[in-house]
């Protein structure tokens, strides 16, 4: 194959995948708007299926909650949400602004396989069965079958008008976290950029891709011979006469001088 029927390099792209309840759009705006050439892919997956999206190249980086399957994947830790439980609005709970573990003893707690909270013991009393997913255990509370504790960000995500959700003040807490390849212990250059956004670094920062190089102020150039060509001020036009007096000064002057000798004519 000749050079002239060679591919062509593909461009760079970046794939960014998330999971339920984490909203990256923030940081998506600010790499459309630091890295206009590389176009962002953003990836829905579930909490179970994004360290495998990592691992397997279908992602560049993910974000994920805590904890994970570390092997292989580094993640760097960004916010811990606040835990609520979901309930009808005619429950007892949604009189109260937050609730405990304890309040919550007599009610059936939803446990769906998919939840991200670390509980060393749950509360409430155990449903007959596990639901598969959040979203079905969102159903449930809906139909009164029981409570859900969540993630903050996962009881906005499933919102409904019958339901809403209380503040959980003992209970475990989600971790959202920007995880990827751990490729000799440093990031790519696009995850490094993208570490930088979600960081909140300056354009201007020296790691990532490579700052742009900030516009030095031009420098006014003055003509060759500067001061030559100028025309003098108006006044200082008169050069030296011959009898050491200034020519258009002396004239004006002895003018003046000729004009108040002159004797006044006596009227007849």
Same mark, same amino acid.
């Given at each position: 194959?000749?050079?002239?029927e060679?591919?062509p390099?593909?461009?760079?792209?970046?794939?960014?995948?998330?999971?339920?309840?984490?909203?990256?759009?923030?940081?998506?705006?600010i790499?459309?708007?630091?890295?206009?050439?590389?176009?962002?892919?953003?990836?829905?997956?579930?909490?179970?299926?994004?360290?495998?999206?990592?691992?397997?190249?279908?992602a560049?980086?993910?974000f994920?909650?805590l904890?994970?399957?570390?092997?292989?994947?580094?993640?760097?830790?960004?916010?811990?949400?606040?835990?609520?439980?979901?309930?009808?609005?005619?429950?007892l709970?949604?009189?109260?602004?937050?609730?405990?573990?304890?309040?919550?003893?007599?009610?059936?707690?939803?446990?769906?396989?998919?939840?991200?909270?670390?509980?060393?013991?749950?509360?409430?009393?155990?449903?007959?069965?596990?639901?598969?997913?959040?979203?079905?255990?969102?159903?449930?509370?809906?139909?009164?079958?029981?409570?859900?504790?969540?993630?903050?960000?996962?009881?906005?995500?499933?919102?409904?008008?019958?339901?809403?959700?209380?503040?959980?003040?003992?209970?475990p807490?989600?971790?959202?976290?920007?995880?990827?390849?751990?490729?000799?212990?440093?990031?790519?250059?696009?995850?490094?950029?993208?570490?930088?956004?979600?960081? %909140?670094?300056?354009?201007?920062?020296?790691?990532?891709? *490579? /700052?742009?190089?900030?516009?030095?102020? =031009?420098q #006014?150039k &003055? $003509?060759?011979?500067?001061?030559?060509?100028?025309?003098?001020?108006?006044?200082?036009?008169?050069?030296?006469?011959?009898?050491g %007096?200034?020519?258009?000064?002396?004239?004006?002057?002895g *003018? /003046?001088?000729?004009?108040?000798?002159? =004797?006044? #004519?006596? &009227? $007849?």
């Open positions: 194959m000749t050079g002239s060679a591919s390099t593909a461009s760079p792209s970046f794939r960014l995948a998330y999971v339920p309840g984490v909203t990256p759009s923030k940081w998506v705006r790499w459309n708007e630091r890295l206009p050439d590389v176009p962002l892919t953003l990836l829905q997956v579930s909490a179970a299926e994004a360290p495998g999206a990592l691992r397997g190249g279908g560049d980086a993910a994920v909650r904890p994970i399957d570390r092997t292989g994947l580094a993640a760097i830790p960004l916010y811990t949400e606040t835990t609520v439980v979901v309930v009808p609005k005619d429950h709970v949604a009189a109260v602004e937050e609730v405990s573990t304890g309040d919550l003893a007599d009610e059936i707690v939803l446990h769906p396989l998919d939840d991200s909270l670390e509980w060393e013991s749950l509360p409430g009393k155990p449903a007959f069965e596990r639901p598969a997913t959040t979203a079905d255990a969102i159903e449930l509370v809906a139909a009164g079958i029981g409570v859900l504790v969540v993630p903050q960000s996962l009881a906005r995500l499933h919102h409904r008008k019958d339901l809403t959700y209380r503040t959980v003040t003992d209970a807490q989600s971790r959202v976290a920007l995880s990827f390849l751990e490729l000799d212990g440093e990031p790519t250059d696009l995850v490094e950029e993208f570490i930088g956004i979600v960081r %909140g670094r300056t354009v201007n920062s020296t790691r990532g891709r *490579g /700052a742009p190089t900030p516009p030095q102020p =031009k #006014r &003055r $003509p060759e011979g500067a001061g030559a060509g100028r025309k003098p001020a108006a006044g200082k036009t008169g050069g030296k006469n011959p009898r %007096g200034s020519g258009g000064s002396g004239g004006a002057k *003018g /003046a001088k000729g004009g108040k000798g002159g =004797k006044p #004519r006596r &009227r $007849p």
